[in-house]
């Protein structure tokens, strides 16, 4: 019983995924839900099925199973613009299709369950970054994360002058913009994580995305939480923290607390086990 108690969470998370992919499958008539939503929910089940196992590659497993699916399957072989933009252009058309439901379920609305579980196991931009040699930051913060609203307001605005301008063939652009997209991101990201010695200084200063992901996990159901009476103030956690979160605080208000990526890392290192 112990033993099956302690996949329970796997299960439900399981379980979640599923109930979403049979829902939208039978909503929109649609069998592609069916398996995109059961793919990743499998892949996610898979990844804390190892965890828990204590497999020390689980959560790059994830990251590699559902980021290269979405960059590779449904970015180029589908042509479905995954990046904000795509999800300007098809809120803009009114399509509530792949991008918009992506968007609502991974960075809108799911992160009020699951924080931003998304960058830690799913994003394919940092599933490139994690190879990258600085998994812990060697530089501290700097102060222009302000920079992230700009990226998101050119991504606004490149989308909106498209339609202003009645651009034809517009699927095809986005396809495009799709290719240079990640090309520029993955450009930018590993420019700065080699300039800031931070494999994630992208998702801290530029990534357009983190303006829906940070308000909306500051609410996160799911956080990593510290039992005070164990903890001896060792400060290894925050040692290991690719996000620069003061994981011993426990309130929602903690310093870079909606920057917590959920990759278990504190987790695994308090010698306490306190969080
Ligand atoms: S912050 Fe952006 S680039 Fe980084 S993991 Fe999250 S979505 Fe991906
Ligand atoms: S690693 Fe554990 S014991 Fe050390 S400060 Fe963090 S929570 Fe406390
Ligand atoms: S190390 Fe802990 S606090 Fe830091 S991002 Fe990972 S799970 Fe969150």
């Given at each position: 019983?112990?033993?099956?108690?302690?996949?329970?969470?796997?299960?439900?998370?399981?379980?979640?995924?599923?109930?979403?992919?049979?829902?939208?499958?039978?909503?929109?008539?649609?069998?592609?839900?069916?398996?995109?939503?059961?793919?990743?929910?499998?892949?996610?089940?898979?990844?804390?099925?190892?965890?828990?196992?204590?497999?020390?590659?689980?959560?790059?497993?994830?990251?590699?199973?559902?980021?290269?699916?979405?960059?590779?399957?449904?970015?180029?072989?589908?042509?479905e613009n995954m990046?904000?933009?795509g999800f300007?252009?098809y809120?803009?058309?009114?399509?509530?299709?792949a991008a918009t439901?992506h968007?609502?379920?991974?960075?809108?609305?799911?992160?009020?369950?699951?924080?931003?579980?998304?960058?830690?196991?799913?994003?394919?931009?940092?599933?490139?970054?994690?190879?990258?040699?600085?998994?812990?930051?060697?530089?501290?913060?700097?102060?222009?994360?302000?920079?992230?609203?700009?990226?998101?307001?050119?991504?606004?605005?490149?989308?909106?002058?498209?339609?202003?301008?009645?651009?034809?063939?517009?699927?095809?652009?986005?396809?495009?913009?799709?290719?240079?997209?990640?090309?520029?991101?993955?450009?930018?990201?590993?420019?700065?994580?080699?300039?800031?010695?931070?494999?994630?200084?992208?998702?801290?200063?530029?990534?357009?995305?983190?303006?829906?992901?940070?308000?909306?996990?500051?609410?996160?159901?799911?956080?990593?939480?510290?039992?005070?009476?164990?903890?001896?103030?060792?400060?290894?956690?925050?040692?290991?923290?690719?996000?620069?979160?003061?994981?011993?605080?426990?309130?929602?208000?903690?310093?870079?607390?909606?920057?917590?990526?959920?990759?278990?890392?504190?987790?695994?290192?308090?010698?306490?086990?306190?969080?």
């Amino acid at each position: 019983m112990n033993g099956i108690r302690k996949y329970l969470f796997s299960l439900i998370m399981l379980l979640i995924f599923e109930t979403v992919a049979v829902a939208l499958w039978l909503t929109k008539d649609n069998l592609f839900y069916l398996f995109n939503f059961s793919y990743i929910g499998i892949s996610i089940a898979l990844g804390i099925f190892l965890y828990i196992r204590k497999y020390r590659y689980a959560r790059r497993i994830v990251q590699l199973l559902v980021g290269l699916y979405m960059l590779l399957y449904l970015g180029i072989v589908s042509g479905e613009n995954m990046q904000i933009e795509g999800f300007w252009y098809y809120l803009f058309t009114g399509v509530f299709e792949a991008a918009t439901i992506h968007y609502a379920v991974a960075k809108i609305f799911g992160p009020l369950l699951f924080g931003r579980g998304w960058c830690g196991y799913a994003c394919w931009t940092a599933m490139v970054l994690d190879f990258l040699p600085y998994k812990v930051p060697r530089q501290p913060r700097k102060k222009i994360g302000w920079l992230r609203y700009v990226t998101f307001a050119a991504s606004l605005v490149f989308v909106s002058a498209l339609f202003l301008a009645n651009v034809g063939n517009l699927e095809r652009i986005m396809f495009w913009a799709f290719i240079a997209g990640n090309v520029l991101y993955y450009g930018a990201g590993i420019a700065l994580a080699f300039a800031f010695r931070d494999n994630r200084a992208f998702c801290k200063y530029l990534c357009p995305i983190t303006v829906f992901l940070k308000p909306m996990s500051y609410f996160s159901l799911i956080r990593v939480k510290c039992d005070k009476e164990k903890c001896v103030s060792c400060g290894k956690c925050r040692k290991v923290c690719p996000m620069d979160v003061d994981v011993t605080d426990n309130s929602r208000k903690r310093k870079n607390g909606t920057e917590c990526i959920l990759c278990m890392e504190c987790v695994k290192n308090c010698p306490k086990k306190a969080l």
